[in-house]
């Protein structure tokens, strides 16, 4: 009788999914040109410049800066949108945390905006709910590759006059009814860490448009500093230093180039994934934003009736990585700085200043379609070095575990 690895039966997949090597000759290549020049710094180098000037072309943008994070790509746009203490910023409860410090560092309040049910993503209904007269942007969150609902966020960043942040940390070379994501809000924001569908190790990239913002966005990734050669100096504002090295700007230069090709292999195998998968009792597929590409940073699924997190075990068991629920709670439940509202010394600022309109307490309850589709999310690992075999041996492992795992 067949049984579940994970009670004593013989796991699905008996050997490792191949690891990612998203790095070759070129890298190679290109780090060696920066480290014989003999300059590894941002300033009086060529790689740095010249991977914010391909990169701004890439995505038909006006401007690029690149940055240490993609946590600091998002720091530089809320930073450039220059809020006063105690604005409000609306953003998506299912999100790393680099959504949300940059908007504490700026001392404005994170307002978190409820899914929408089928794709995960940030709901511009809700979103539009949360808006008060303190509400100073919104940022969207792209997850795991696949779009918001991007006219409607546009439409409401227009009717209210608000500034539109697009993260866009997992949703590289990712197209939107014909044009690439981060190019349709003010600030466009990329994560170039290492599970990204390019990397440099870490860093980041954010993107404008708009030449108004770019004036203040170039002095913020360097502490504000007009740098006018020798002489008295000048800062213009207060401002934190996230310049890249030239290092991370050659590699950037050698990713950049393959960057599209790995987002449409990921799209290809998300695709077959979802066709293997389908028809499986109980188990609901990664949806797709309508008018959206989908390039997989990871493949989120619904593990329905069954318990996410006994279902992730079982299936870890069958020799499939998975993580249940992705993040576990919503972001506003994973940080003291949130939660108890310990931000600078002992103070709470700028949750308990006299800047702020009302008071807000992060609780269980607040996105509760977040708190449902937490419950029963698996986020499965998918890169472009798989193949038909691999994505074979998950959906077989996941139609076993659906078969077999007792029902609550």
């Not at 002095?219 to 090295?245: E, I, S």
């Not at 949806?287 to 075990?313: K, Q």
């Not at 069958?318 to 700085?337: H, R, W």
């Amino acid at each position: 009788m067949d049984r579940l690895a994970i009670h004593g039966g013989t796991p699905f997949r008996r050997t490792p999914f191949p690891a990612r090597t998203p790095f070759g000759d070129e890298e190679v290549e290109w780090v060696t040109r920066a480290i014989r020049s003999q300059n590894l710094f941002r300033w009086g180098g060529e790689m740095v410049d010249q991977f914010e000037a391909d990169f701004a072309a890439f995505y038909g943008a006006g401007h690029a800066a690149s940055a240490t994070s993609g946590t600091a790509a998002i720091h530089l746009a809320v930073g450039t949108i220059d809020p006063e203490p105690g604005d409000e910023i609306i953003t998506a409860p299912i999100s790393d945390l680099g959504s949300v410090s940059p908007i504490l560092q700026q001392n404005a309040i994170p307002i978190f905006a409820d899914i929408d049910p089928a794709t995960f993503c940030m709901d511009p209904e809700d979103a539009e709910r949360k808006i008060t007269p303190r509400t100073r942007a919104i940022m969207v969150v792209h997850l795991f590759g696949n779009a918001c609902d991007m006219d409607a966020f546009v439409d409401l960043s227009q009717r209210y006059g608000l500034p539109l942040i697009e993260d866009c940390s997992q949703a590289h070379a990712t197209q939107y009814k014909g044009r690439w994501l981060g190019t349709m809000g003010d600030f466009g924001c990329f994560s170039l860490q290492q599970s990204k569908h390019m990397t440099t190790g870490d860093g980041g990239m954010t993107i404008t448009r708009r030449d108004d913002y770019w004036e203040r966005l170039r002095f913020f990734v360097d502490k504000g500093f007009r740098r006018q050669g020798w002489g008295p100096r000048a800062y213009l504002f207060l401002a934190p230093n996230y310049r890249m090295t030239e290092l991370q700007g050659a590699v950037g230069l050698a990713q950049l180039p393959k960057v599209r090709g790995v987002a449409a292999r990921r799209t290809a195998l998300g695709t077959r994934l979802t066709e293997l998968l389908r028809g499986i009792e109980g188990i609901e597929t990664a949806a797709v934003t309508p008018g959206s590409e989908h390039t997989y940073w990871a493949y989120p699924l619904r593990t329905g009736v069954l318990d996410g997190v006994a279902f992730g075990e079982a299936l870890r068991a069958e020799g499939v990585p998975n993580m249940p629920g992705y993040i576990g709670k919503p972001i506003y439940l994973c940080t003291e700085a949130l939660t108890a509202k310990r931000t600078y010394g002992q103070s709470g600022f700028p949750f308990d200043s006299p800047y702020t309109a009302r008071r807000i307490e992060y609780t269980e309850g607040m996105c509760p379609r977040t708190d449902v589709g937490l419950r029963h999310m698996l986020t499965l690992g998918l890169h472009e070095g798989f193949s038909e075999e691999d994505l074979a041996d998950i959906a077989g492992a996941v139609a076993k575990v659906a078969r077999l795992l007792p029902r609550a």
